[in-house]
């Protein structure tokens, strides 16, 4: 008798996905290709055990209507259930998958008390880079979380599963990228982490994967694209995608290898303060002869207080290696720089003046901060500030270059998305610290000292 087959892997990619052992698998990259009927029959492998408890979750609850709608197909076949308040399915062995999204700390805490044997994440670069990990690695607070209620029964025998969809793109781009060590070309990739001693994999799909859409009308749509969102939504390509802010940046045009500023340089800094969240300043040098500014140097950090970030600080400006004529010194002339505006707010840190902001009480061991630009456009000035370095003069190469020391910065430069209520400015949901430290570096307001450095003085 022939088998009554309800879904089958489409290619060998979604194979390849399914039968991974990996405790943290994602298939990802162009549209088409068929990550979300994979991950829905993911979920099921496991339905036959009375113990399996998965959930799959989006970003907000009216983005799973869609995969709500795609799981009917296979699991009414299956004799499961669908309840519609709960959203859940319950099968007749008596497990359960469940639909629901993160939108906030209280959809997250709702799972606090649940165990989960599978959890899925659709479309995972959608969850914006809002903490960091114990190694100060950036990472979706929700996501992190859930790794928490992934356990099951001593004896249920089942797989503790965490799966995941991305197409490049989205607000956690970056973090998404990170974790899952995706090469700008996007090839699949597997590795065990460090810490948990857990593989992770990762596996590239694109609609050439798919013989149901593989030379339709929706392929051929996606091949008359705009060359970015072809790379993304056709090529499965990370280094460019739909909604990038910096579009024209370019690891080859605008980055290079850590030297020795010449004396006759400006230089200054620009960052963006946080405790809870990393703080980062960048040190930034202007080339005047050719226009260019170069990002010399990076701090990013999180959890300083306001007198451990000013001793990096200085200690950071001392270090900075300078050439005069064909020496090599240590910087020693004092150096300024802008901070976010909200650095300076009296929050009670300070002594009985009441210059209690973070800024002042660096400022008074040294630091010369001044703030931002605050007002109506200006991070709209911001953004347009980076737009107009980044384009390229007649030697090929950007008027930014960033030193390749500076990670933080070219590793979110490029995930950087637009608002979507704001098409000019950035989605604030984006891990955007390095980056606002750029843009304060770059529309700071010049004073000139008329400082010079002489050889032998």
Known sequence: MKPNVLWQPNSDVQRAFLACSARTAMIGGGAGSGKTSALISAAALQSANPAHRAVIFRRDYPSLKHII???????????????????????????TIEFAHLEDETAM???????YSFEGFDELTQ?????????GQPINSAFSFMQSRLRAAKGSNLRLEVR??????????????N?????????SSEFVDEVTGFRRAYFKSTVEDNPALSGTDYHRQLLDLPEAQKKALLHGDWSSYVGQVFSSYSYARHTCEPFAIPATWDLWRGADDGYAAPACVLWLALDKIHDRIFVVQELYQRGLTPEEMARAVLEMDRSIPIKIGDEIIENDVPLDGTMDSASFADIGLGDES???????????????????????????????????RLALKSDGYGGLIICRNARNLIRTLPAMVYDRTNPED????????????LMYGLTRRVRWCGVVKVKGL
């Open 69 to 95: 709608s795609a799981s009917y197909q296979l699991f009414l076949p299956l004799r499961a259930s669908y309840n519609k308040s709960e959203h859940t399915w319950r099968f007749p062995s008596g497990s």
């Open 109 to 115: 805490y709702q799972h606090a008390g649940k165990e």
């Open 127 to 135: 969850l914006p880079g809002d903490a960091v990990d114990s190694r």
């Open 164 to 177: 995941c969809t991305a197409t490049p793109g989205g607000p956690g781009m970056g973090w998404v990228k």
């Open 179 to 187: 974790y899952f060590r995706i090469g700008d070309s996007g090839e």
């Open 354 to 388: 009441g210059r209690g902001g973070r800024a002042e009480i660096m400022n008074r061991l040294g630091c010369r901060w001044r703030p931002s630009a605050k007002g109506a456009g200006s991070r709209v000035q911001g953004v347009s500030a980076v737009h107009q």
């Open 426 to 437: 950035i989605d604030p949901s984006c891990e955007e610290h390095a980056v606002k430290a």
